[in-house]
């Protein structure tokens, strides 16, 4: 015979110690998180030190200046519209589709600019696309 009753107590979780380490992790990472603006980020591109350039035959430099204007290997570009740019380097591109398109952009000039000698090179089917910069130690004598 059995006589004694069988007392299952069932199992229960304390949540309050994982609270606690929750709440611990979560101050930690407020205090050691920095948090910044990208708004407030201040910009002067382009900069970067690379080897110096090298005159070769399947090279076409589009150069944009900061008021928009374009010149294609030192050539001015009649007006400023696609077409225009495609016309130009499609006569600037001895090597037709090996050709690769360097583009020479003044750091103040609009990104649509450069987009726009971008669109020109794929409409092209110019796949070798590279830009021009310059060195840091020129950038801080100049001034930029």
């Known amino acids: 015979m059995n006589f004694r009753?069988?007392?299952r107590d069932e199992p229960e979780i304390n949540l309050i110690p994982f609270i606690d380490v929750l709440l611990v992790v979560l101050i930690f990472l407020m205090l050691t998180t920095t948090y910044s603006k990208f708004t407030?980020?201040?910009l002067t591109l382009p900069v970067a030190d690379a080897e110096q350039q090298r005159d070769r035959p399947r090279e076409v430099i589009v150069s944009v200046a900061a008021n928009g204007r374009y010149a294609v290997n030192q050539t001015g570009v009649d007006g400023r519209s696609l077409?225009?740019?495609?016309?130009?380097l499609r006569s600037a591109t001895p090597a037709g589709r090996d050709s690769v398109l360097i583009?020479?952009?003044?750091?103040?000039?609009?990104?649509?600019?450069?987009?726009?000698?971008?669109?020109?090179?794929?409409?092209?089917?110019?796949?070798?696309i590279t830009f021009?910069?310059?060195?840091?130690a020129s950038a801080r004598a100049s001034g930029r």
């Open 83 to 88: 077409e225009a740019i495609v016309q130009a």
């Open 103 to 128: 583009i020479s952009a003044d750091a103040m000039a609009s990104h649509q600019s450069v987009v726009t000698v971008m669109e020109a090179a794929r409409r092209l089917g110019l796949a070798q």
């Open 132 to 136: 021009a910069t310059q060195s840091s």
């Open 5 to 7: 009753t069988l007392c």
């Open 40 to 42: 407030q980020l201040q």
